[in-house]
Nanobody, 123 residues
Framework: QVQLVESGGGLVQAGGSLKLSCVAS????????MAWFRRVPGKEREFLAA????????NDADSVKDRFTISRDNTKNTLYLQMNSLTSEDTAVYSC????????????????WGQGTQVTVSS
């Protein structure tokens, strides 16, 4: 059973940065495509970025472009999301997801999900 545990969320002032982490309990982390999504209550889950064997996929929407960066450390079974220049519109629950196959940009591509970590940006 794949378990994903996110951490690093919290309260941050507008303009600040946060780095989220997601630790996966899998045997061979490098075999998994990993992704970050976020959800604001009442809105659709939003794809942020993914990392897989063919590289990374970043959401190039203006809302996150050039501010969010995904990375991973396969020796630590850990996925990261560096978030810079945060605004109140980034307030959401951030979740990591895993797929033992290629990366994708839709939530239904990923069968395994963490519980999420709350990020709140104060203006």
């Amino acid at each position: 059973q794949v378990q994903l545990v996110e951490s690093g969320g919290g309260l941050v002032q507008a303009g600040g940065s946060l780095k989220l982490s997601c630790v996966a309990s899998v045997r061979t982390f490098s075999n998994y495509a990993m992704a970050w999504f976020r959800r604001v209550p009442g809105k659709e889950r939003e794809f942020l970025a993914a990392s897989g064997n063919v590289g990374t996929i970043q959401n190039d929407a203006d809302s996150v472009k050039d501010r969010f960066t995904i990375s991973r450390d396969n020796t630590k079974n850990t996925l990261y999301l560096q978030m810079n220049s945060l605004t109140s519109e980034d307030t959401a629950v951030y979740s990591c997801a895993a797929n033992d196959g290629p990366a994708g940009v839709t939530a239904d591509h990923y069968p395994y999900w963490g519980q999420g970590t709350q990020v709140t940006v104060s203006s």
